[in-house]
Antibody, heavy 118, light 107 residues
Framework: QMQLVQSGAEVKKPGSSVNISCEASGDTFTYRYLHWLRQAPGQAPEWMGWITPFNGYSHNAQKFQDRVTFTRDTPMTTVYMHLSSLRSDDTAMYFC???????????WGPGTLVTVSS | DIQMTQSPASVSAFVGDGVTMTCRASQDINNHVVWYQQKPGKAPKSLISGASYLQSGVPSRFSGSGSGTDFTLTISSLQPEDSATYYCQQYNGSPRTFGGGTKVEIK
C-alpha cells in the first residue's frame, strides 16, 4: 500500500518561494499522475496541477500561470512543487495525491502547511 | 472554469437518519464527478467516482447518483463516524474544480 510523505511546514515572507517535496513509500508512483492541491483554511480544496514522474510531463492550472513548477528526481521516487512570488492568500495546506483508474484522487499525502506572512 | 455548487452548506441529523446533499455543475459534465469525505485535520478521502461507483472499502450506506449537471450524495443511515465535510469534484474539464462543501453534523 503506497503512502505519500511530504516535507514539513514552512513559514515564508511575501514575494519569496517555497519548495515542497512528496515521496512515495511502500510502492511507486512512477507511472501514475501525481497531483498537487491546496486548501486554504475553511475553504474547499483547489487543484493546482499534475506531473507524471516517469517522463516529467506536467500541467498546471492557468490560475497559477508561471508561478508554479512541478519536477521530479531521477529515481522518480520524489516529486517537488515550487511556488514563487508568494502572497498572503497562498497560505494553505498543500497536498500531493495520486490519481487512480477511476479519475479520483485516491492516495493523499498528509499535507504541508505553508504560511505566508510578513 | 466549471463551477460546482453544493447545497446545503450544512446539515444536522440524528444517527440512523438519511441525509442527502446535492451538487450542481455550471455545464454538462456527463457523470464525471467524485465525492470526497474530509474530517478535520485530515486529507480528503474519495467515496464515489463516476457519480455512482462506490470506491473499495466505502460502506454501502453511501450512494451517489446523477448525470449532466445535477448530482446527489446520499447517506442512507447516518453513523457517528460520518460527521465530516463532503465535497464534490468534477474531472470533465481542466482545471478540476470542487464544490464548496456540505458539513454534516450529528444531532
Amino acid at each position: 500500500q503506497m503512502q505519500l510523505v511530504q516535507s514539513g511546514a514552512e513559514v515564508k515572507k511575501p514575494g519569496s518561494s517555497v519548495n515542497i517535496s512528496c515521496e512515495a513509500s511502500g510502492d511507486t508512483f512512477t507511472y501514475r499522475y501525481l497531483h498537487w492541491l491546496r486548501q486554504a483554511p475553511g475553504q474547499a480544496p483547489e487543484w493546482m496541477g499534475w506531473i507524471t514522474p516517469f517522463n516529467g510531463y506536467s500541467h498546471n492550472a492557468q490560475k497559477f500561470q508561471d508561478r508554479v513548477t512541478f519536477t521530479r528526481d531521477t529515481p522518480m521516487t520524489t516529486v517537488y512543487m515550487h511556488l514563487s512570488s508568494l502572497r498572503s492568500d497562498d497560505t494553505a495546506m498543500y497536498f500531493c495525491a495520486t490519481e487512480d483508474g477511476s479519475n479520483s484522487f485516491d492516495t493523499w499525502g498528509p499535507g504541508t502547511l505553508v504560511t505566508v506572512s510578513s | 472554469d466549471i463551477q460546482m455548487t453544493q447545497s446545503p452548506a450544512s446539515v444536522s441529523a440524528f444517527v440512523g437518519d438519511g441525509v442527502t446533499m446535492t451538487c450542481r455543475a455550471s455545464q454538462d459534465i456527463n457523470n464525471h464527478v467524485v465525492w470526497y469525505q474530509q474530517k478535520p485535520g485530515k486529507a480528503p478521502k474519495s467515496l464515489i467516482s463516476g457519480a455512482s461507483y462506490l470506491q473499495s472499502g466505502v460502506p454501502s450506506r453511501f450512494s451517489g447518483s446523477g448525470s449532466g449537471t445535477d448530482f446527489t450524495l446520499t447517506i442512507s443511515s447516518l453513523q457517528p463516524e460520518d460527521s465530516a465535510t463532503y465535497y464534490c469534484q468534477q474531472y470533465n474539464g481542466s482545471p478540476r474544480t470542487f464544490g464548496g462543501g456540505t458539513k454534516v453534523e450529528i444531532k
